[in-house]
């Protein structure tokens, strides 16, 4: 696993047309190195340095307080798009399961995130989002659809940036903890996938 202090360690991935997609998956697993929730902590992200809501901006996250209806230590995922600032905002309802700090636990939690392009409305995308809370247990889910995509990279402009796992660039926030077994796939994995993802690799993290 990537151990990181929280401090200034992180992981970038330059910015390269492999990763420039409308349809993706990420997913990982995370565990945090104490309970303590101070700040958001980046599990992974994409954002510019100067402007957090630019197109195009993402991050898997643990969120530091009980606002925005998401709860201190939940995982969430938030996405700007061309048009809305704040047009992805997803969770798993693991308020209504956990008491604070949720999924900042010091223990290991699996993550999965996809966006798929809806087949009957093109142009409008639907991200899934996959959390672990107890490894016995199965995966939670929220999703939202939005009429716009994200990209997970651009493919013009001035929007050609690096993501980071462990950081985010505009308010230099960093995972305090260990991440692990990070993968991208360029098309959204259905559910049966991510599940198969989930329940082949969990022992490791017991």
């Known amino acids: ?11 970038e991935v330059p910015d390269s047309e ?16 104490d309970t303590n929730v101070s700040v958001r ?29 998401h709860g201190r ?4 995922f938030r996405a700007s798009t061309a048009s809305t600032s704040v047009a992805y905002d997803i969770d798993t309802d ?16 699996f993550f999965a995130m996809t966006m798929e392009e809806e087949s009957a409305s093109p142009g409008s995308y639907t991200g899934t989002l996959y959390v672990s809370e107890n490894l016995s247990q199965d995966l939670h889910t929220g ?8 990209e997970l990279g651009a ?21 305090d903890g260990y991440i692990d077994d990070i993968v991208v796939y360029d098309y959204a994995l259905d559910s049966a996938a991510i599940n198969s993802w989930y329940t082949s690799s969990r022992d490791g993290y017991q």
């Open 41 to 69: 902590e980046i599990i992974i992200s994409r954002q510019h340095d100067t402007n957090r809501y630019r197109d195009r901006n993402f991050w898997v996250a643990l969120w530091h307080n009980n606002s925005n209806s």
């Open 18 to 33: 492999d990763y420039r997609l409308l349809e993706f998956t990420l997913l990982g697993w995370f565990r945090t190195r």
């Open 143 to 150: 999703t939202q659809t939005v009429n716009e995509p994200v």
């Open 94 to 109: 693991a308020t209504t399961r956990l008491s604070s700090p949720h999924h900042h636990d010091a223990q290991w939690h």
């Open 155 to 175: 493919t013009s402009g001035p929007n050609l940036y690096s993501f980071y796992i462990g950081r985010d660039t505009y308010n230099n926030r960093y995972f």
């Open 73 to 76: 230590g939940e995982t969430l």
């Open 1 to 11: 696993a990537l151990e990181l202090d929280g401090v200034n360690d992180y992981w």
